[in-house]
């Protein structure tokens, strides 16, 4: 066995694996006064930009650094925008990306090991897991509070990583369809990270954060690791 064989492949979940169509731009509008942010002007439109610009990155997170800190007002934000999402998920219907369920199960069957990630909470990410009826299709699920830290950090990596017992971060590929999931990816050393054209950032984006690869999506990504696995 090769020394750098991919042995665990860390996907992330909305824009990635799961169509996104919209839902966090659309639930943030509906968090923003929540957060204290006003419904109109430079501040709020500031504000969405840095929601586009730090996408995949830990919801909380976002919201701290948009109230300058005000922990009270990012909880507020942070609930309302994971209230909204799940509203909207349920009004409109999760679905998973084309290929998405295909690949993953020809990535275990082929033994290399899959955990799903996500920005949100762990009560969001429950709720799009079940709305998908993927409750058993990877090996492991985490959300940044699983972690410890959520994106860019290699928090959510290096937690696979031990928690799937895998022997070194060479033998990991992570993909992602944002700056955030590829900032992720390099921090913790994989081998292989990749950006995937399904979600937020564009190959411009993707290729200017690091990415190793750029993929048209999911299935794409796991034709390359099962064509170098052999």
Known sequence: ??????????????????????????????????????????EREAARQYVIDTMGQSKIVVFRALTGGDEERAQAGNAAFEAAYAEL???????????????????????IKVALTTGFSRETQDILLNALGWNDIADLTLAPSDAGRGRPYPDLVLTAVLRLGIDAVVRVAVLGDTASD??????????????????????????????????????????????ERG
């Open 1 to 42: 066995m090769s020394d750098k064989q991919i042995d665990l492949a860390v996907l992330d979940m909305a824009g990635t694996t799961v169509s996104d169509d919209g839902l966090v731009i659309r639930s943030f509008e509906r968090a923003a006064t929540a957060a204290g942010i006003p419904a109109e002007g430079p």
């Open 89 to 111: 998920a349920a009004e409109t219907g999760v679905t998973p990306i084309p290929g998405a369920a295909e690949a993953i199960s020809e990535l275990r069957a082929a033994g």
């Open 182 to 227: 590829i900032g992720t990816g390099l921090s913790a050393g994989a081998r292989i990270v990749a950006g995937t054209l399904t979600g937020a950032h564009d190959e411009q984006q993707l290729r200017a954060a690091g990415a190793t690869h750029v993929v048209e999506s999911v299935a794409e990504f796991a034709r390359l690791l099962l064509a």
